[in-house]
Structure formats: structure tokens, C-alpha cells
């Protein structure tokens, strides 16, 4: 009698649960399922594929606890879709918001190198007009230095020594001849252009006469070439003058070759920064 109450009892247990109104079980699967769907970011969303799915399944399920699970599943499907949706919005948004804070630090760059840009063909254009003019003042120089090598100069280490011969003067003479005046105007041309440059001019003698004459003698043509060049405008702090007489001979004074060589005027353009 006992067993067959028990059994009995749970006939009506089952029964029971089987009544259970359909609309009762899915009531939350349904509004799961609605609130993800009114949402316009879960659609394509696997999730959401996954929780119609299991919504259909539910609401053609026989069996009750199938429809409780499937109908649980279209909630947490639902919810998936859902929280993949809000997160993908709020990525969304903060992309937007870094795009437009790139754009403006684009447009802030593309600000700066415009006027990098203005100020570098301004400098480029005050380095060709620069580059123009040291290519011309280039040329200038370098047609006087054409010129003092076609006076024989030679380089040394305190500067460039120009020998004039015993052409600039007549014999025992201290006035420059005017055959002298070309070769001592490209000199004065060249030290005009150079102002850093000073000059040295050395007169010298043959040793006919007496020392103290070739001395003397030797010390008026320094002079006047030092004279000559005043009057072309070289400052006159820029050039010194001395006589050495026969003191310093280049050749032999037993023959007239040798005495011509030794007749002559060194003028020395010393190199920047070298003292007299």
C-alpha cells in the first residue's frame, strides 16, 4: 500500500510540473532575447545567432526541461550578445575619439611643417642669394690670384712672395716706372680684396756702390712701391717697408746675370694672422 502511494505522488509531482504554463519558462528567454535584439550593435553577432537558436528550440521543445535549457541558454546567449555589443560600441566610440584627437594633432603637425616649410625656402632663398654673391666675389678672387701667378709668386709659410725685378726702377733711381704700375695695381687689387692680409716689402741692392748707399737706395724703392700702393687705397698700417741694401743676394754679384737678380723689390702678402 505504501509503495503504491509513493508512486502516486510523484505521477502528481511530474504532473504538476508539466503544467507549467510554456509562456511562464520562456517569459525571460523571450525578454532576453528582445532586449539584445533592440540593440542594432548585436546584429551579425555569433552570440546572437546562438541565442535565436536556442529561443526557436525552446519554444518547439515537448520535453520541459529542454525548454528550461534551451530557454537558460537563450538568456546567457542573449546576455553574451548583448555585453559584446555594449563593448564593441564603447571601442567604437573611443576609436572615434582618437581619431579625432589624431586629427587634430595632424592638422597641428601639418601646421608646423607648412611654416617649417616657409621658413626653410626663405632660408633657401637667402643661402642662394648668399651662395650668388660668394660665387661672384669666388670669380673676383680668383681673377687676382690669376693675375699675381702670372707675377711668378711663391708660396711660403709666412705668405706669398711676389719678386719685382730691377724693371721698376732706372738704374740707381727710387721713381716707379710707369712699365711698373700694371704689375703693382693687380697687387693692390689683391690686398683690397683681402684686407685681413697684411704686406711686407723688402728693396734690395747688387753690391756696386757702397753699403750704405745700396742701403739707402734699397730703402727709397720699398718705399715707393709701399707709396704706390697707399694710393690705391691699402691702408698704409697694412704695409711695411724696409732696405736691406746688398745684404741679401739671390746670385752671384761676379757676373751681370747675378747682379740684375739681386737688383730687385720682395714684395711677401703674409697669410692672415701672421705679424710683420
Not at 119 to 132: G, N, S, V, W
Not at 151 to 159: A, S
Amino acid at each position: 500500500m505504501k509503495h503504491i502511494i509513493s508512486i502516486l505522488f510523484v505521477a502528481l509531482i511530474i504532473t504538476s510540473c508539466s503544467n507549467i504554463p510554456k509562456d511562464e519558462i520562456l517569459k525571460d528567454a523571450r525578454a532576453a532575447y528582445s532586449k539584445a535584439k533592440s540593440n542594432p550593435n548585436t546584429a551579425n553577432l555569433e552570440a546572437m545567432y546562438d541565442a535565436e537558436k536556442a529561443l526557436n528550440k525552446a519554444e518547439n521543445a515537448e520535453d520541459v526541461d529542454e525548454m528550461k535549457h534551451l530557454a537558460s541558454m537563450a538568456v546567457k546567449r542573449s546576455e553574451m550578445a548583448l555585453a559584446v555589443a555594449k563593448r564593441k560600441a564603447a571601442e567604437s566610440k573611443r576609436n572615434d575619439l582618437l581619431k579625432q584627437k589624431d586629427k587634430v594633432i595632424l592638422q597641428a603637425r601639418e601646421q608646423e611643417i607648412t611654416a617649417k616649410a616657409r621658413d626653410l625656402k626663405a632660408k633657401e632663398r637667402e643661402l642662394a642669394a648668399k651662395q650668388q654673391l660668394l660665387t661672384a666675389k669666388q670669380i673676383k678672387i680668383q681673377k687676382l690670384q690669376d693675375e699675381l701667378a702670372d707675377l711668378k709668386g711663391k708660396q711660403t709659410d709666412r705668405g706669398l712672395v711676389v719678386t719685382l725685378g730691377d724693371v721698376l726702377f732706372s738704374s740707381g733711381k727710387a721713381t716707379l716706372l710707369s712699365s711698373a704700375q700694371q704689375n703693382i695695381g693687380k697687387i693692390a687689387n689683391f690686398l683690397n680684396q683681402h684686407p685681413e692680409r697684411n704686406v711686407l716689402i723688402g728693396g734690395h741692392t747688387d753690391n756696386r756702390g757702397s753699403d750704405e748707399y745700396n742701403l739707402g737706395l734699397s730703402q727709397r724703392r720699398a718705399d715707393a712701391v709701399k707709396f704706390a700702393l697707399i694710393k690705391r687705397n691699402v691702408a698704409s698700417n697694412r704695409i711695411q717697408s724696409q732696405g736691406f741694401g746688398e745684404t741679401q743676394p739671390v746670385a752671384s754679384n761676379s757676373f751681370e746675370g747675378g747682379r740684375q737678380q739681386n737688383r730687385r723689390v720682395e714684395i711677401t702678402i703674409l697669410n692672415k694672422g701672421v705679424s710683420f
